[in-house]
């Protein structure tokens, strides 16, 4: 039998309330509070960026194949992105204090083990473990920040939220590259050990436990297993689709499973009296749109820069501190432009600043495709600060559309959801930008190669040859003459170059399309829940 009780609750729009007064201390502080989780945020987001400087020298000192290599970064996004959600119900369950300083304890404890791991195997099991304890902290801290601040200065929270998230994405190549360089590998795990006592110190001290007086009392245990389950195959069709090929019978089965288990959970849900995911929190337009923005810019976003990074040091031939250096201008305007949309957000609404985020989103996707071999590190800055200044309205807004459309009950769900959609649009972007990227190249290379007139090659010197372009490296056997070895490099290099810009202007295109769906949200309905909350 169908229950309406939770899907009433997803719809209601509470009374306006009056704010209560700022709690006097330490305790409870808003802007302490602030403070407290961004230290959390902080390492999981850094996690994210800094383990791919470290993974060269993680193979090199442990023996590691390529595909385990690849594993220490899958490992982590495949754990982070199929619990996000279930992590987020827990912090509503139990209170989102008590879960956010199990998710930091939990990361730096998993954390300092890579750092001590003598195999590959370790590695890989405790980078799963940082992403199941990453997933209980990153909803939480949103809970938190939920029902601490008042509607009128949440979009501003929310803005400094994500200047630290976008901070510590982008400048975790730069840390890495120097920790790696002057330290050790281990020291790139080690480092968030400190900074989770840290966390956990302030936490105890600062953060209070609020919970909505309709707070959840159950489990969905079908629903966690069945969403789970729908995640797992998506995300894993996704990792594995490079490798399989998008053509591959096994690549669409998991894509066919994961239809399969997100049809069978909708329908669970309807049949439940407390469902994982309220279906009622759809029926908010501006909700579906938020989740559906933050899908669409992590594809352009994190799809667009996984090919930057590569021009950079392949093309350029930059050391991952140099080219680290070089996307500052997109770390520095995503620093000053969060809190500046922040508080455009809260004067105006979500809807202008959303829509024209996406739009300096595309044009600066639209001018990356126009690098080539030569452009200086001028122009690159130009492209690359727009696009920080274009994603910043975009991390505040859609976050505070999804987080602010949905009860105070659930703004650990709608915490998961939407770092959950950040993960699927980032994982979808690095596949299909890759898979345009490999398409373009496997099908130019053999042209520009012939066209240089360079030494013919076999049909399989010819397949490990389309690798290394793809990742901006030129296939120069050793021992190749100099005059030879340059007109191989240009080849790769202009063929990488083609590819690249093609992968762009898709990128440019979703953005794009983005801006469409920007113009279907609104503030957040339940955003003055807050003041409903009870403090434990």
Not at 53 to 65: E, F, H, M, R, V
Not at 324 to 346: E, N, R
Not at 474 to 482: C, E, F, M
């Amino acid at each position: 039998m169908t229950s309406r009780t939770t899907l009433d609750k997803a719809d209601r729009v509470p009374e306006p309330e009056s704010v209560p007064a700022p709690p006097k201390g330490l305790r409870g502080h808003p802007w302490l509070t602030l403070f407290s989780v961004a230290i959390g945020v902080m390492m999981v987001a850094l996690d994210g960026t800094i383990v791919a400087i470290a993974n060269p020298a993680i193979q090199k000192d442990l023996g590691a194949s390529f595909a385990d290599v690849q594993w220490i970064t899958n490992g982590y996004f495949l754990a982070l992105a199929v619990t996000l959600i279930t992590a987020g119900k827990l912090g509503d369950r139990f209170g989102h204090r008590q879960t956010f300083l199990i998710g930091v304890v939990g990361f730096a404890a998993a954390s300092g083990a890579i750092g001590l791991s003598d195999s590959i195997a370790l590695v890989i099991t405790f980078r799963v473990f940082q992403g199941l304890f990453g997933a209980l902290l990153m909803p939480a801290a949103l809970g938190l920040l939920r029902a601490t601040f008042p509607a009128e200065k949440l979009n501003m929270a929310i803005g400094i939220w994500g200047m630290v998230i976008g901070a510590s994405t982008a400048g975790g190549p730069i840390l890495g590259g120097v920790l790696v360089e002057h330290v050790s590998w281990q020291s790139v795990f080690f480092i968030n050990v400190p900074v989770g006592v840290i966390a956990l110190v302030l936490g105890l001290v600062i953060l209070l436990d609020h919970r909505a007086e309709n707070a959840p009392r159950s489990f969905d245990i079908p629903g966690i297993v069945l969403l789970s389950g729908a995640m797992f195959c998506l995300v894993w069709a996704l990792i594995k689709a490079p490798a399989w090929g998008w053509g591959d019978g096994l690549t669409w089965s998991f894509i066919g499973g994961s239809v399969l288990c997100f049809v069978v959970f909708a329908l669970w849900e309807t049949r439940v009296a407390e469902p994982l995911i309220p279906l009622g929190l759809f029926r908010s337009v501006a909700l579906s749109a938020g989740v559906v923005l933050m899908v669409l810019m992590a594809i352009a976003f994190m799809g667009g820069l996984f090919f930057v990074t590569f021009y950079l040091q392949n093309v350029h031939g930059m050391s991952p501190i140099d080219s680290g250096l070089h996307l500052l201008p997109l770390t520095g305007m995503m620093i000053v432009g969060s809190p500046l949309a922040g508080a455009m957000i809260t004067k105006v609404g979500p809807r202008i600043p959303l829509a024209g985020g996406m739009i300096l989103t595309a044009v600066a996707m639209y001018g990356m495709s126009t690098l080539d071999a030569g452009t200086g590190s001028g122009l690159m800055s130009v492209w690359f600060a727009l696009l920080g200044l274009g994603l910043a309205p975009v991390m505040v807004g859609a976050t505070e559309v999804i987080v602010g459309n949905a009860p105070m009950e659930l703004s650990g769900v709608a915490g998961g959801l939407q770092q959950a959609a950040m993960q699927i649009g980032g994982s979808l972007g690095t596949a299909v930008l890759g898979a345009v990227m490999a398409s373009k190249v496997d099908s130019s290379l053999a042209d520009n190669w012939a066209s240089a007139k360079l030494p013919e090659l076999t049909s399989t010197q010819l397949d490990q040859a389309s690798e290394a372009v793809q990742v901006g490296v030129a296939p120069v056997p050793p021992g190749t003459p100099g005059a030879l070895a340059g007109k191989i490099t240009q080849v790769a290099h202009d063929t990488f170059i083609s590819g690249m810009s093609l992968a762009c202007l898709v990128a440019a295109a979703v953005a794009a399309f983005a801006v469409l769906v920007a113009l279907l949200t609104k503030r957040g309905a339940n955003a003055d829940a807050a003041s409903g909350a009870a403090h434990i």
